[in-house]
């Protein structure tokens, strides 16, 4: 499968991948175009297809073994992938304070006061340890003291017409 794949991407033009996007989907069709294969290596491991833990594993591994055999293909790719993530991430805090609520704006924001009483607003676009909790809204939990450990991002707002920076939750502690 390492070397089917590895083949793959070695025989894309590199020139018209330029972002993450293109990158991600040059990797998945890589893959979907031998499913066969893939079936194998996850059946040859025993993984359940819809354990997202146990599959991304599998997909590590094969990643892992492309680098050891210095895959240029995947090099190429791989660095694409790891660029766009540099360059799209901003500031990381963490931000705590009283959980007021949740604001649901195409997207669910959870809305803090810090200690000098000034309104924080996060965005939860992701699973974040916890989020499940949240699901159903704040119930219980409104009120209660929690720490927000957040990524800024920056992300296109169709309504407003432009790119923004916003606060991405990817840890919520209740203190």
């Known amino acids: 499968m390492t070397d ?32 066969d294969m893939f079936k194998n290596v996850i059946d040859e491991r025993n993984v359940d297809i819809n354990d997202r833990q146990a599959m991304t594993k599998v997909g590590i591994d094969i990643g892992a073994n492309m680098m050891k055999n210095g895959c240029e293909g995947f090099i190429k790719v791989s660095s694409i992938l790891a660029q766009d993530e540099v360059d799209n991430k901003g500031e990381t805090g963490t931000t705590s304070g009283v959980l007021k609520r949740i604001d649901n704006k195409g997207f669910n924001y959870f809305a803090i006061t810090d200690i000098n009483k000034s309104e924080k607003s996060f965005i939860w676009l992701r699973e974040f340890p916890g989020s499940e909790k949240f ?15 957040w990524d800024e991002i920056e992300v296109y707002l169709p309504a ?11 840890e919520l502690t209740l203190e």
Do not use: F, P, S
């Open 4 to 35: 089917t794949v590895c083949n793959c991407l070695t025989r894309l033009d590199m020139k018209k991948i330029t972002n993450k996007a293109e990158a991600n989907a040059a990797m998945t069709n890589c893959i979907t175009l031998h499913l």
């Open 135 to 149: 699901t159903n809204g704040l119930g219980d939990y409104a009120g209660r003291k929690v720490k927000i450990k």
């Open 160 to 170: 407003a017409k432009g790119y923004y920076k916003v606060k991405e939750i990817v």
